[in-house]
């Protein structure tokens, strides 16, 4: 059961947005504050505030599994996040 049944009537994607949003939610207000009231207005939905965000922001963010050159590594697909980037220099030694 949900500690908050609301959620789970949000689709995923949304509810997957909006966790992010709160995750990220100090860095992602004082961006907000930044912005004209315009901006703020036409800005609402989980999904485009995160997109305007990220494409503001990309390298202040942790390297995402499911974007090109992000992996995870482990079994199943937990574990650590790694970057191709973070693999060249293992790679070159062998």
Not at 23 to 32: E, I, Q, R, Y
Not at 82 to 92: D, K
Request: aromatic residues 10%; charged residues 25%; contains cysteine.
């Amino acid at each position: 059961m949900y500690a908050w049944p609301q959620l789970a009537k949000v689709d995923k994607a949304t509810r997957s947005n909006a966790i992010w949003l709160f995750d990220n939610s100090d860095n992602v207000l004082a961006w907000l504050a930044t912005l004209s009231q315009k901006e703020r207005d036409q800005w609402t939905h989980p999904e485009v505030i995160r997109r305007h965000y990220e494409k503001r922001y990309p390298k202040m963010l942790p390297d995402n599994p499911f974007r090109p050159g992000g992996t995870v590594t482990g079994i199943g697909g937990c574990g650590t996040v790694r970057s191709s980037a973070s693999r060249a220099p293992r790679i070159s030694k062998l």
